[in-house]
């Protein structure tokens, strides 16, 4: 990594490269994700049971944003990152012996909360030791870290499904157990001391956190981004499918962006420290827009990888900046609630963009559905060009 990206790798603390290891040893085994839908489709449900099943897994994130915010900040990062990843990693290995629909059901939401519940904690870790105008070079290799180890998942994982499927969930679990380890020996706890003598004042809680109108548009803004950014998941191939291109042609399409997450993320930050976060923001809504809208004029598997790899740099630019901007907003003993918040962002976007994708896609037929993806993103690209303007004069006026 030194050599690759010798700047962004500088000056990051011991405690993030542990943070970072755990993460990319957990992410090279994340196996769930990817093949649940298998694994249930291998018990026999059907594929509007399996659905409802994988549904339930991305609505746990959504709970899991706010909750595990909660606890970073009053009970402390540490315990957090452990109990959930202990959490994860107990739910992984015991999932495949559940023979119930019900407690399949609940097992799946369960797992879908502790598995996303160590992002806040840890993302707030970064910002407690990790410079403040270094903040989009950690965020970045973070989200560097977890692609690059889904792509090497997807790559052994269906060899070791070969093999069954209680084989991958407990190699998931394992892997996951080792970052709890990890945290829990080589990661010291880094919450904030601040505000725990009563003479500081009384303690702030969520009603801080949501009184915050540049949050607020920031994460109304990103669910909106998120809307058309996660059409991946249903509208694209669905689109593809109708143009009589195969699901290697999709997959192919894909790795496109799996591709160039790990080729370029690493590299981003020297690409945006140096301009306005609501600039970089707006400017990566745009790409997103211009790959999505390209769709209505693909025809061959080229064509939709080219446009995957448009919308793919404009992710490459959102994420760690979106992290950092929401860490330069909190206070330190706010930082998991605020990153809680931008978690649950993410699992609205996760859990809406599917469902209304395909439903506007049947409705509206392929060239107004991408045309209005494109059209979204436009104004999201407005939209933070104005918050970043109302954010800079906030900050005039809390100087003067």
Known sequence: MRTFAPRETTALPAAFWWLFAGVSVMAAATFVFPFLALFLRSRGYSVTETGFLVALFGSGSIAAGPI???????????????????????????????????????????????????????????????PRERYADAYGLMYWARNAGIAFSFAVGGMLAARGFRLLF???????????????????????????DPQDGPRRGWGSVLADRHLRALLLLNVALLLSLFQFMVAVPVAMSRQGLTTTDFGLAMAVNGL?????????????????????????????????????????????????????????LTMPVVSSLVAEMSSPDLRGRYQGLLMLSFGVGLALAPALGGMALERLGPLPFWASAACLCLLVGVGHAAAGRARRQALDFEGE
């Open 260 to 316: 160039l997450i790990v080729l370029l993320q690493p590299l981003s930050g020297r690409l945006t420290r140096h301009f306005d976060p609501a600039h970089v923001l707006a400017l990566a809504a745009l790409l997103v827009g211009a790959g999505y809208g390209s769709y209505a004029f693909c025809a061959t598997a080229r064509d939709f990888a080219v446009a995957t790899a448009v919308w793919s740099l404009g992710e490459i």
């Open 170 to 196: 407990l190699v998931d679990a394992a892997t996951t157990m080792l970052f709890a380890g990890v945290a829990w020996l080589k990661i010291p706890e880094t919450r904030s001391l601040l505000r725990t």
């Open 68 to 130: 595990a915010g909660w606890c970073a900040d009053r009970a402390g990062r540490r315990p957090t990152l452990v109990a959930a990843l202990a959490g994860a990693s107990l739910l992984t290995a015991t999932l495949p012996t559940f023979t119930s629909t019900w407690w399949t059901a609940a097992v799946t939401l369960a797992l879908g909360m502790t598995v996303h519940a160590y992002w806040p904690a840890a993302n707030a870790v970064i910002a407690d030791v990790v």
